[in-house]
C-alpha cells in the first residue's frame, strides 16, 4: 500500500521539550511538506523539501526545525522556542513540479501543556 | 502576500440542497488551484484547475475558474450527509508552494 504515514496520531508533551514528529512516504515523491492547522485558519506551510538534503522555510518556520536526510523521510522538530506549539500538524508530498497533487498524512494533534 | 480567501466560512444545508463554494486570490504567482475536503484527518483531493472556464466535474462536485476574476467555485448539487466536512481552496504558486484558505465548514443536515 502506497502511502504517507505519520506517527504518532496523538502526542503530549510539557513546555520547554523539544518533540519530534515523524513523516514517511513510499511513493516515491521528490518533494515533501509540513503543514500546521490551527481552528479557522486553513493549513500554515511550516517546511518544504523539494529534493533530498535541501530544504526551504515556509510562512511559519520559527521554532521548528527538519532534515531530509532520505528521499522517504521528514521529520519535523518543535522545538522549546515555539510560542504557541499546540496545534495539527499535517505532512504532504508530491510527485514533482507539474499537474501533480500533494498527498496528506493523516496528521499528528500534538497538546502541549 | 499571497492570500487565499473562502466564503464562506461555515454552511448548515438539508439534503438535497445545492450548495456554491467559493475561494478568492491574490497572488504573484499563480501556477494552479487546488480543491480538497477534509473529513476528520487527512485532507483529500478534489480538482485541479489551471485554465479559465474549463468545468471539471466528478458525480456531483464540480468546480470552475476564472482567472481574470481571480476565483474560482466548487458546486455539490444533491447535497448527502457525507458532504458534511471542510472544504480547502489552496492556490499553487512558485517554489512549488500551496497557500490554503481557512476553509468552508460545510454541514449537510438530513
Known amino acids: 500500500d502506497g502511502g504517507i504515514t505519520q506517527s504518532p496520531k496523538y502526542l503530549f508533551r510539557k513546555e520547554g521539550q523539544n518533540v519530534t514528529l515523524s513523516c514517511e512516504q513510499n511513493?516515491?515523491?521528490?518533494?515533501m511538506y509540513w503543514y500546521r492547522q490551527d481552528p479557522g485558519q486553513g493549513l500554515r506551510l511550516i517546511y518544504y523539501?523539494?529534493?533530498?538534503?535541501?530544504?526551504q522555510k515556509g510562512d511559519i518556520a520559527e521554532g521548528y526545525s527538519v532534515s531530509r536526510e532520505k528521499k522517504e523521510s521528514f521529520p519535523l522538530t518543535v522545538t522549546s522556542a515555539q510560542k504557541n506549539p499546540t496545534a495539527f500538524y499535517l505532512c504532504?508530498?508530491?510527485?514533482?513540479?507539474?499537474?501533480?497533487?500533494?498527498?496528506f498524512g493523516p496528521g499528528t494533534r500534538l497538546t502541549v501543556t | 502576500e499571497d492570500k487565499v480567501v473562502q466564503s464562506p466560512l461555515s454552511l448548515v444545508v438539508h439534503e438535497g440542497d445545492t450548495v456554491t463554494l467559493n475561494c478568492s486570490y491574490e497572488v504573484t504567482n499563480f501556477r494552479s488551484l487546488l480543491w480538497y475536503k477534509q473529513e476528520k484527518k487527512a485532507p483529500t483531493f478534489l480538482f485541479m484547475l489551471?485554465?479559465?472556464?474549463i468545468e471539471k466535474k466528478s458525480g456531483r462536485l464540480s468546480s470552475i475558474l476564472d482567472k481574470k476574476e481571480l476565483f474560482s467555485i466548487l458546486n455539490i448539487t444533491a447535497t448527502q450527509t457525507g458532504d458534511s466536512a471542510i472544504y480547502l481552496c489552496a492556490v499553487e504558486v512558485d517554489g512549488n508552494k500551496l497557500v490554503f484558505g481557512a476553509g468552508t465548514i460545510l454541514r449537510v443536515k438530513s
Open positions: 523539501s523539494q529534493i533530498v538534503n535541501d530544504f
Open positions: 504532504a508530498s508530491r510527485a514533482g513540479q507539474g499537474a501533480y497533487e500533494q498527498y
Open positions: 511513493l516515491n515523491h521528490d518533494a
Open positions: 489551471t485554465s479559465s472556464g
